[in-house]
């Protein structure tokens, strides 16, 4: 009996040191697989970091890459000008995206619109057009590739060019498609609209002498009026107008040979003088008498009339000595049938005629022979 419970109690105890063994096994089995997970993590990341270090020793040029102008608000009126803003980009790729093809569409480089502001208030902005140095960042590039990495920017200062927006109000003249045009009618077109306000580069708006519209075409007996649509070149993308249509009237009128009478107002007076003659007529405050003149004649030619084809001319050949005259006004370019009806102010000017040899003296004094010693 004693030697029974002496074999289960030596049993009981291997089984006691078995399970321990067990226990023990699986703990160091969990270790082992910990530390063999850990070494393979440290291998990997040992293999990348060697293989980014090869690839960063051996770099890829892309370019030239275009470096875009921010078109949004510079905090103020300023026109960015266009050009050939374009880098070179030194690059290094991982070893996951060795094999990938890098072109130049695969980057967008653009410059910061509150650095570039910066430096161009600071340079300031006047009359013509102004450059400032930008440096590209490798923070102006916007996008890249996977696994790409900008390690250098070659060509990195660009000079852009800017200049002042302005505002100014230019003419606009009436374009007419006559080919409609009724047969011994007249037609009395002009803009209701006649001015519009430009606004937009110094350099573009300086050259905008006037602006025309599109063709109007005539064709009716009857008064009208219309909407017309402004010609605008596709060369002035950066110029703003007040207005894209101006409005117009169109009055035809029947052609006759009934005499009316036609006014045409502030016109030059022109005066013809002698080649030897230093004789010259002295204006009160300096400036030139302009007038009006009234003219009657055939309705038909009057209308067609224009007053760049009129001369109001002040003939002063016939004089030889100083002093007072009075010159009748003469008027030439008339066409047949036109006739001079009345000319305001005055037909006759009363004219003070000095000698430009002479000292010149106040107007309406006394000769010096006619002083009193």
């Known amino acids: 009996m004693s030697a029974l419970q002496n074999g289960r109690k030596e049993g009981s105890w291997l089984a006691v040191q078995w399970k321990g063994w067990m226990r023990r096994l699986q703990a160091l089995d ?17 293999i990348r970091q060697q293989g980014a270090e090869n690839t960063y020793a051996s770099w890829r040029s892309v370019g030239p890459v275009t470096v875009s102008v921010p078109r949004e608000d510079l905090g103020w009126d300023v026109h960015l000008l266009g050009g050939d803003y374009e880098v070179a980009l030194q690059v290094s ?7 990938n093809t890098l072109t130049p569409k695969d980057f967008t480089v653009s410059m910061d619109p509150r650095r570039l502001s910066a430096l161009i208030r600071s340079a300031g902005v006047g009359g013509g057009i102004r450059e400032v140095e930008y440096v590209v960042h490798p923070s102006d590039v916007l ?22 927006m302005v505002t100014r109000e230019v003419p606009v003249h009436l374009t007419l498609d006559r080919r409609g ?9 002009r ?22 519209t599109e063709p109007v075409y005539l064709q009716d007996t ?9 010609q605008v070149p596709a060369r002035w993308e950066d110029v703003q107008f007040s207005r894209s249509q101006v409005e117009y009237e169109v009055r035809p009128e029947q052609n006759s040979m009934n005499a009316v009478t036609r006014a045409f107002h502030d016109l030059q007076v022109l005066f013809l003088f002698r080649g030897d003659n230093f004789l010259h007529p002295q204006f009160p405050h300096g400036v030139s008498p302009r007038v009006t003149l009234h003219l009657t004649g055939p309705s038909m030619v009057l209308k067609s009339l224009n007053p760049e084809q009129l001369r109001v001319v002040c003939d002063l050949t016939p004089f030889t000595m100083a ?9 030439l370019g008339l066409p047949e049938g036109v006739q001079v009806v009345e ?31």
């Open 93 to 99: 790729v991982d070893v996951f995206h060795l094999g």
């Open 143 to 164: 996008e890249k590739p996977s696994g790409v990495d900008i390690r250098e920017i070659r060509g990195n200062v660009l000079k852009v060019r800017y200049e002042a």
């Open 323 to 331: 002093g007072g005259q009075d010159v009748r006004l003469q008027v």
């Open 181 to 189: 045009q009724q047969e011994g009618w007249t037609y009395d077109c």
């Open 222 to 230: 009857r008064a009208y009026t219309g909407m017309v649509r402004l």
């Open 343 to 373: 000319i305001l102010p005055a037909e006759v000017l009363s004219l003070q005629l000095i000698d430009m040899r002479e000292p010149l003296r106040p107007l309406g004094a006394p000769s010096p022979e006619r002083q009193a010693p």
């Open 30 to 46: 969990f270790w082992r697989m910990l530390v063999a997970f850990g070494l393979a993590c440290v291998t990997s990341i040992l």
């Open 191 to 212: 803009l209701l609209q006649g001015v519009v306000t430009v606004h937009g580069p110094e350099s573009v708006v300086g050259g905008i002498a006037s602006l025309s």
